[in-house]
């Protein structure tokens, strides 16, 4: 089982950038596949990136394809959303996500955290 903790969201103009982190607690974060996803207000919960447990392979949701970057360093137990060019329809709670098998799908994923407000003004 892994727990999962969210930080770095925030208010940002547009066209500025956030990094968002996500810190695991247990020692099996290394064999966990992660995704960031997220809620806008009045929208359903989306997929914006995924990773394999290696970072060996990586998936983006278009809207973030070429802004975002998600990465994972499994000494620190954590998995970061680099997001540069925020746009205000970037607006949402984003959650990460983990599980043993690699999907993209909500229902991929077992264990989530609380999430983290990220706002865009214009």
């Known amino acids: 089982q892994v727990q999962l903790v969210e930080s770095g969201g925030g208010l940002v103009q547009a066209g500025g950038s956030l990094r968002l982190s996500c810190a695991a607690s247990?020692?099996?974060?290394?064999?966990?596949?992660m995704g960031w996803f997220r809620q806008a207000p009045g929208k359903e919960l989306e997929l914006v990136a995924a990773?394999?447990?290696?970072?060996?392979?990586?998936h983006y949701a278009d809207s973030a394809k070429g802004r975002f970057t998600i990465s994972r360093d499994n000494a620190k137990n954590t998995v970061n959303l680099q997001m540069n060019s925020l746009k205000p329809e970037d607006t949402a709670v984003y959650y990460c996500?983990?599980?043993?098998?690699?999907?993209?799908?909500?229902?991929?994923?077992?264990?989530w955290g609380q999430g983290t407000q990220v706002t865009v003004s214009s």
């Open positions: 996500a983990a599980d043993k098998t690699y999907g993209l799908a909500l229902s991929d994923y077992a264990y």
């Open positions: 247990g020692h099996t974060f290394s064999s966990y596949c």
């Open positions: 990773i394999t447990w290696s970072g060996g392979r990586t």
